[in-house]
């Protein structure tokens, strides 16, 4: 029993003991490690050969690697076959072995945090991509420098370390950098009439930011004013549009003598500029919307039911020319009448319906009636537009709202009391 | 009894295995072999242990240099560069009046270490060299709280990080099964003139020396010689006849026999007769560069340095024939050499 025990309490010795080959028929001469900025390395290694041999064993630093390449002294290719942990070249009495290799094994990543880790018989020549920051050295270096801008180090032989990272962010220099962008492009859309007050908010934020060293937020919150700005922009842009409608839609009422309820389409239509004007523009495209519905509601005073009918249908008629020659108009040249309001380049939103119907082809009759009603509303719609326009109950219309909601094609945007229902950008071109 | 020599066998495996070890370390004596990768603990400041995948040269709390290495001046102030580069760096990072008192305390930990890093330039510049990269490794060790902390900041890094380029495209050329194939045929064709030659050579240097290494060893050095030649002679035939295959197992047998009886012999003539055979491969190598008029104004130099290295080792194995030479060196075994003197002493 007893010497049971020592048998295996040797044995285990045995196992634990390290395994080592001798690698006698080739001395190390050089190694050079080259790390590029995805972790690869461009292994370099130089061994002098015993030239009586035909054939030697060399150890290499890695279990894996490609594009090897064995080239003599003179610079002749020599062939090689896989040991367990390198190879056996074919010398052919070489003198000197150049053994070029790529490996991805002598590279691990922390985070941005690169570690190169090997065990070098040989004082080795370590080379990190072009901009690293060396973070830590398993051992002093026998030399440092840049080679073409790239960081070398001369690390003497043994277990080489060396943890970099590819390149520290220049915080301070990209936080004033974003501000910068920001507020040139802010004032490039100031310079244009809108109102960005929101943006400039942002703005002053980021420029806090910096003050207190937070450089990251900083930038962040620079490029969120940029954001914003844009937001902004398009919100006014579509504004201007329903200001424009709503003109039309009252010029064409007063022209056709409807004065019955103008005078409430026009306070309507003025406030809207007004809000326009302070940069309040999500205000200023509903009260201009509710202008526009104001206006074609309007009518003849005391006139008769039928009057009334042939009334409404010739103001529709009349609103439908005005709008045609307006957008006629602006596609020549500005229109001299809107000094007030500035209308940016507007560019008519094109639903996309092949694609609403081909992602949602389950889509019940109606609600298909109604998308395409809101495309061609320009993508969208007050609810009671699109009650009256397929005579529908509230509830049904408010269903039918509501699933489309839940396929996600269109959102719903509380405009005062009215519900505007929009088709998603996503559908929009 | 088999019971109790399994035992016996198997602790003189063990007593034998750390041989291995010495045999590798015959070329680089202080240096480890390569594919081991190791991890040294370091020590911190504060007494903890961190960054359990470094090893650095140790220094202790009191910044004593327990290495000793000296360190370039130069080196010292690149490594003061990195340091203060990751100090900034860092500074900006975490910010300057940082909140957070794990950071606040880190930054100062890694501000303390730099600090007495300076102090040490002068007196240990060693020991500063090492405090340096510590306070690099406690920044680095911020760096990594920081971005556990702040995921979204990796960006930053990421961004900071759109450099191209994979060690494939530095590969000059790729080299095919053909060329490899065509480049051994002549390899072979070479190496088997040489060491055709080399033998040759070999026989005279046996002859020239066999007063000195006794009839013995000058029999067997002759003979391991002879069937070195017949073997060549026979590996000739066939790449005359264009016969390849299995010619490199061939010309390594030869080769690898030609060592093995040279250990035939006493182990000091034996080191002789294989650092004589290497002289002469490269000489032969050499030479027949020379032939084929390649050679360069250095080449022609070593050539002269082989031959004198040749001479000399002659010469050192005439001065000490018979005190034994197994280091190689010039100089007769110590141990042997008093052994001797005793043997001479007893007659």
Do not use: C
Request: net charge negative; no cysteine.
């Amino acid at each position: 029993m007893r010497t049971r025990a020592i048998l295996v309490m040797i044995l285990f010795s045995m196992f634990i003991t390290p395994l080592v080959y001798a690698q006698d028929d080739v001395t190390p001469t050089s190694l050079e490690v080259k790390v590029y900025p995805d972790g690869s390395t461009l292994v370099t290694y130089v061994v002098e050969s015993d030239p009586t041999k035909v054939r030697v064993d060399v150890e290499l630093f890695s279990n894996n690697y490609n594009n090897l390449i064995i080239r003599d002294e003179d610079g002749i290719p020599l062939g090689s076959t896989i040991i367990e942990g390198g190879l056996t070249v074919d010398s052919i009495g070489a003198s000197e072995l150049v053994i070029v290799y790529t490996t991805s094994d002598l590279t691990t990543k922390d985070g941005p945090i690169w570690n190169l880790n090997l065990s070098s018989p040989v004082s080795t020549l370590v080379i990190l991509p072009q901009g690293a920051a060396i973070f830590d050295l398993g051992a002093i270096p026998t030399d440092l420098g840049n080679i073409n801008g790239a960081q070398y180090l001369e690390m003497p032989a043994g277990e080489i370390y060396v943890s970099f990272i590819l390149s520290m962010p220049n915080l301070i220099g990209d936080a004033q950098t974003a501000i910068n962008e920001a507020e040139t492009y802010i004032a490039s859309l100031e310079s244009q009439d809108y109102v960005l007050i929101e943006a400039h908010s942002e703005l002053t934020q980021a420029k806090q930011l910096i003050d207190t060293d937070q450089y990251i937020e900083a930038k962040s919150m620079a490029y969120q004013a940029i954001d914003t700005a844009d937001d902004i922009v398009e919100t006014a842009n579509s504004a201007a549009v329903e200001i424009a409608l709503a003109e039309s839609s009252v010029t064409g009422a007063e022209e056709d003598g409807r004065t019955e309820g103008l005078p409430q389409a026009i306070d309507t239509l003025n406030s809207a500029k007004s809000y326009y004007s302070e940069g309040s523009y999500l205000e200023a495209e509903t009260a201009a919307k509710q202008a526009s519905h104001l206006a074609l509601l309007t009518d003849e005073p005391s006139s008769g039911n039928t009057l009334l009918y042939l009334g409404v249908a010739i103001l529709i008629s009349a609103a439908g020319g005005g709008y045609y020659l307006m957008k006629k108009m602006r596609q020549e040249e500005p229109t001299p009448s809107q000094p007030e309001v500035k209308v940016p380049d507007f560019q008519e939103k094109t639903v996309d319906l092949e694609k609403i119907f081909v992602i949602n082809e389950d889509l019940r009759l109606e609600d298909r009636e109604v998308i395409k009603f809101l495309a061609e509303n320009n993508g969208e719609a007050f609810a009671t537009e699109i009650r009256d326009r397929f005579d529908m109950p509230r509830s049904s219309t408010w269903r039918l709202i509501r699933r489309l909601k839940s396929l996600e094609i269109v959102e719903e945007v509380k405009v005062g009391n009215q519900s505007l229902v929009k088709i998603i950008k996503r559908y929009i071109n | 009894m088999n019971v109790k020599i399994i035992p016996f066998t198997l602790i003189l495996m063990l007593f034998l295995s750390p041989a291995a070890l010495l045999v590798n370390a015959q070329d680089n004596e202080t240096e480890p072999s390569p594919g081991i990768n190791g991890t040294i603990p370091v020590p911190t400041l504060d007494g903890n242990t961190t960054l359990p995948e470094t090893n650095s040269t140790s220094t202790d709390v009191n910044g004593t240099d327990t290495d000793g290495e000296p360190v370039d001046p130069i080196i010292l102030a690149l490594i003061r560069e990195q340091a203060q580069n990751r100090m900034h760096e860092m500074s900006q990072l975490l910010g300057e009046g940082t909140e957070s008192p794990d950071f606040a305390n880190g930054l100062m930990e890694a501000k303390q270490s730099m600090e007495q890093a300076m102090n040490f330039e002068t007196s240990n510049p060693s020991a500063a060299a090492n405090q340096y990269l510590q306070a690099m490794r406690q920044y680095r060790n911020l760096l990594r709280k920081y971005l556990n902390d702040n995921p979204g900041a990796l960006n930053e890094f990421e961004e900071e990080s759109i450099v191209n380029g994979t060690a494939t495209d530095d590969v000059n050329g790729t080299v095919t099964e053909t060329e490899i194939s065509e480049a051994q045929t002549r390899l072979v064709n070479e190496f088997e003139e040489r060491f055709r030659n080399q033998v040759t050579s070999m026989m005279q240097n046996v002859a020239d020396l066999s007063d000195d290494m006794g009839p013995q060893d000058a029999f067997k050095a002759q003979q391991a010689l002879t069937k070195a030649e017949q073997k060549l002679l026979r590996i000739q035939e066939r790449i005359a006849g264009g016969q390849y295959d299995g010619v490199l197992d061939d010309l390594e047998n030869a080769t690898e026999t030609l060592s093995d009886d040279f250990d035939e012999t006493d182990p000091g003539t034996a080191q002789m007769l294989k650092t004589m055979n290497k002289l002469e491969a490269k000489i032969k190598k050499m030479e027949q560069k020379t032939n084929k008029g390649e050679s360069t104004p250095e080449d022609d130099a070593l050539l002269e340095q082989l031959r004198g290295n040749k001479d000399h080792t002659k010469n050192d194995f005439k001065e000490n024939k018979g005190k034994g030479n197994s280091g190689n060196n010039g100089k007769p075994d110590k141990e042997k050499k008093e052994k001797k003197d005793k043997k001479d002493k007893d007659k």
